[in-house]
């Protein structure tokens, strides 16, 4: 059985709370959300397998479960968000322009550019925001 989606799982989830039954079967549930009772039995048969042989199955006994499902999928998903530490204005301040940073940061001693460098990803924010501060400066004038 393959996992059901997220949005899936919250859809039914929120029409089973909504009925505001004791009892709720893939028939109801199939009225309320559109859906034919046969795919919603075939996407919930991964909380409850018999779930496939049973129509008149008490899909209230689910909501635990997929209350469960749904709070675990969005923490998980919310822990592979990285926050990226803030650009600081001390650090912007170190540079004049976007041309005094590729000149500190992507030139040997001589002043040639070194084509070998790979700016890292807190580098290529503080371009960025040192590109925008220029164009919001010609913007103005």
Known sequence: MKEPKLAEVKKYLNAIIKINKKY???D??????????EIINEQLSYFEPTLMMDPEYN????VPTLKKYVIDKEEEKSSTLIKKPAIKKATLEQYDSVSDFIYKRMTLV?????????LSDTDLRILKKLISEEQQRRKKK
């Open 59 to 62: 899909l209230m006994e689910l």
């Open 110 to 118: 001589g002043g040639l550019l070194d084509r070998n460098v790979v």
């Open 28 to 37: 109801r549930l199939s009225k309320v959300v559109g859906i034919y009772p």
């Open 24 to 26: 709720v079967t893939t």
